[in-house]
């Protein structure tokens, strides 16, 4: 093609992009991600995803209600929600994810996971997305991965009530969409995944205005502290969590560790884990279990 008809093309779409909606690209972007993703996950990269997604299938369908009238990101003034406000906000919210298609895991899903827990909390943990037992109850990390989550909050000297938890992604991603009932047929969610959910956690969060979140394994870390680094790097130290869509009515610290998964299988890196958990116990003054 001449250089100048690129150029126009070029000129056009960048004129064409700039009258859409935020949120129609992204879903465009995650439902061309997703559906080569489906064909054939192991081989797709989050870079290609985003390519193919902006360049050649572009779509653009409004196919989700709205966010919630009550939520954090059309606060003017953001403030922390009063108890009932919170729970109002929350259920909306869940309401509007468990509706939610705005990439094709809302197809595969038997049940969406938006999160439980304090809706006062000030510690949240979000984990990568639902497995297979989280699919079937609707509820965050209830398989062996949040049978050792609860111990590690036990340990800290906190229950499960005390705490809020969720994921990145809120339906659940298999590797093999077809055979929904097999085992081990989890997997992480992709780019467009997780751009797709981004809204609804940041929410989530805005919402609940944690102090602390512990993002468990490197897809919730890369994703919520937004750096490429691996989970070793990022580890060890507190970030500033900036949102894209909501204004926080506080600041929030996030710190990473080792996804209860992984930990399961690397027995060796617990006690990492829990020199990571200690570091959030100092700053809330959270003494740990009584032994
Ligand atoms: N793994 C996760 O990342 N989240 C869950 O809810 C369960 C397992």
């Given amino acids: 093609m001449p250089k100048n008809s690129i150029n126009q093309l070029a000129k056009e779409l960048k004129n064409f992009l700039a009258t859409q909606d935020e949120d129609d690209l992204i879903t465009a972007a ?92 000030e510690l949240m943990f979000v984990g990568e997305g639902p497995g297979f037992d989280e699919d079937r109850q609707g509820r965050p990390f209830v398989g062996r991965a949040g ?78 502290i937004a750096d490429a680094k691996s989970l070793g790097a990022l580890r060890g130290q507190f970030y500033d969590l900036h949102l894209d869509n909501v204004k926080l009515p506080r600041p929030v610290k996030i710190l990473a560790t080792f996804h209860p998964a992984a930990l399961l299988r690397n027995p060796g890196w617990k006690k990492d884990a829990w020199i990571d958990l200690q570091m959030v116990m100092d700053k809330l003054g959270l003494k740990g279990a009584r032994k």
């Fill in 147 to 224: 049978q050792l989550l609860d111990k590690m909050i036990a340990a800290m000297g906190l229950t499960r009530e005390q705490v809020y938890i969720a994921n990145i992604a809120k339906c659940h991603p298999m590797v093999d969409p077809l055979h929904p009932d097999k085992h081990g047929n989890d997997r992480a969610p992709n780019a467009g995944e997780i751009a797709c959910c981004r809204k609804y956690l940041e929410q989530q969060i805005a919402i609940i205005c944690p102090k602390y979140i512990v993002a468990l394994g490197g897809v919730s870390a890369k994703a919520l």
């Fill in 30 to 121: 995650a439902s061309t991600a997703a559906a080569s993703v489906s064909c054939s996950p192991k081989e797709v990269t989050s870079k290609e995803e985003t390519s193919s997604g902006a360049t050649l299938t572009i779509e653009f369908r409004r196919s989700t209600p709205r966010a919630s009238t009550v939520t954090a990101s059309n606060t003017a003034d953001a403030s922390i929600m009063n108890t009932t406000q919170k729970q109002a906000a929350l259920k909306e919210l869940a309401e509007t994810i468990q509706h939610c298609s705005r990439c094709p895991l809302g197809a595969t899903r038997l049940n969406a996971v938006p999160g439980e827990g304090n809706v006062n909390a």
